[in-house]
């Protein structure tokens, strides 16, 4: 079965507002179902689902003027029972607000509305996850037959989670220089859950230690042996690099450092191998 002949059959999702949305931000989001031709049967679900590896904040449905606060709300003849699940679906996709149809049946057409982070009742909303990602989905699964197989929306919103405001400036250069052998300097800016930012315009590169270097574009060059910091500057941030140590010749073997381990989305993670390396 194509995607259009799940469109139809299954139902259709709007997510409003619908992205970009800011890392670690809190506010409120609506998924809306159109069901499609099968309807959902008494018995059925509804799932939306989202990768183990975000920390999205839990949804709740009991405490209006708390954080986290969702309702969910049908047009139709039946009605929803929410809850959530830490393993409600296949790994990768195991977070699930899950949605019982019972006392009735949904027809094609009828509407089911969920709000993430409801603030009619005094809730400030809910907090969307702390870390970027150029895809996130609210995967939107559904059961009609109450054969407890569900199936996955083609509409499924996706949209990117994008850092927030830079809070703070990181420099980074190697631990080790040779004396007259350029090293790269890396600064970065940082929102308050320490996503990279892009560096800020107009940034001034300055040295604190011994030695005399000196300082063109992004590289730093030792003119005498010494050891100190590299200090970022722009917009009002300062950061301070990791200590650099230049020697007179070469050493023996040289220092990297790397991440090690991660998941990705391949796996049980989230994002794409590119985005990791």
């Given at each position: 079965?194509?995607?259009?002949?799940?469109?139809?059959?299954?139902?259709?999702?709007?997510?409003?507002?619908?992205?970009?949305?800011?890392?670690?931000?809190?506010?409120?989001?609506?998924?809306?179902?159109?069901?499609?031709?099968?309807?959902?049967?008494?018995?059925?679900?509804?799932?939306?689902?989202?990768?183990?590896?975000s920390?999205?904040?839990?949804?709740?449905?009991?405490?209006?003027?708390?954080?986290?606060?969702?309702?969910?709300?049908?047009?139709?003849?039946?009605?929803?029972?929410?809850?959530?699940?830490?393993?409600?679906?296949?790994?990768?996709?195991?977070?699930?607000?899950?949605?019982?149809?019972y006392?009735?049946?949904?027809?094609?057409?009828?509407?089911?509305?969920?709000?993430?982070?409801?603030?009619?009742?005094?809730?400030?909303?809910?907090?969307?996850?702390?870390?970027?990602?150029?895809?996130?989905?609210?995967?939107?699964?559904?059961?009609?037959?109450?054969?407890?197989?569900?199936?996955?929306?083609?509409?499924?919103?996706?949209?990117?989670?994008?850092?927030?405001?830079?809070?703070?400036?990181?420099a980074?250069?190697?631990?080790?220089?040779?004396?007259?052998?350029?090293v790269?300097?890396?600064?970065?800016?940082?929102?308050?859950?320490?996503?990279?930012?892009?560096?800020?315009?107009?940034?001034?590169?300055?040295?604190?230690?011994?030695?005399?270097?000196?300082?063109?574009?992004?590289?730093?060059?030792?003119?005498?042996?010494?050891?100190?910091f590299?200090?970022?500057?722009?917009?009002?941030?300062?950061?301070?690099?990791?200590?650099?140590t230049?020697?007179?010749t070469?050493?023996?073997?040289?220092?990297?450092?790397?991440?090690?381990?991660?998941?990705?989305?391949?796996?049980?993670?989230?994002?794409?191998?590119?985005?990791?390396?």
């Amino acid at each position: 079965m194509n995607d259009q002949e799940l469109e139809q059959r299954l139902g259709k999702v709007r997510l409003d507002p619908p992205g970009p949305v800011v890392a670690g931000c809190i506010d409120s989001w609506t998924i809306e179902l159109t069901v499609g031709s099968l309807g959902i049967d008494e018995g059925g679900t509804i799932k939306l689902a989202q990768r183990y590896a975000s920390d999205w904040q839990r949804p709740q449905f009991d405490r209006p003027a708390e954080p986290g606060y969702t309702t969910v709300a049908t047009t139709g003849k039946a009605k929803l029972a929410p809850r959530f699940e830490w393993k409600g679906h296949d790994r990768p996709w195991m977070k699930c607000l899950t949605l019982d149809v019972y006392d009735g049946t949904l027809a094609p057409g009828d509407r089911v509305t969920i709000v993430l982070g409801d603030r009619s009742q005094g809730s400030p909303g809910i907090r969307a996850q702390t870390f970027v990602e150029s895809r996130h989905e609210f995967r939107l699964l559904v059961d009609p037959t109450n054969a407890c197989v569900v199936e996955r929306l083609p509409s499924s919103p996706v949209f990117p989670v994008v850092a927030g405001e830079e809070v703070e400036l990181v420099a980074i250069v190697p631990t080790r220089a040779t004396l007259g052998e350029p090293v790269e300097m890396f600064v970065k800016g940082q929102d308050r859950w320490g996503n990279p930012t892009p560096c800020p315009d107009a940034l001034h590169l300055a040295w604190e230690g011994d030695g005399e270097v000196t300082i063109q574009g992004q590289h730093l060059t030792f003119m005498e042996p010494g050891t100190g910091f590299v200090i970022a500057s722009a917009g009002g941030l300062e950061g301070r690099s990791n200590p650099v140590t230049c020697q007179a010749t070469p050493p023996s073997f040289r220092r990297y450092w790397g991440d090690l381990h991660a998941q990705t989305e391949t796996t049980i993670g989230t994002g794409s191998d590119e985005e990791y390396f």
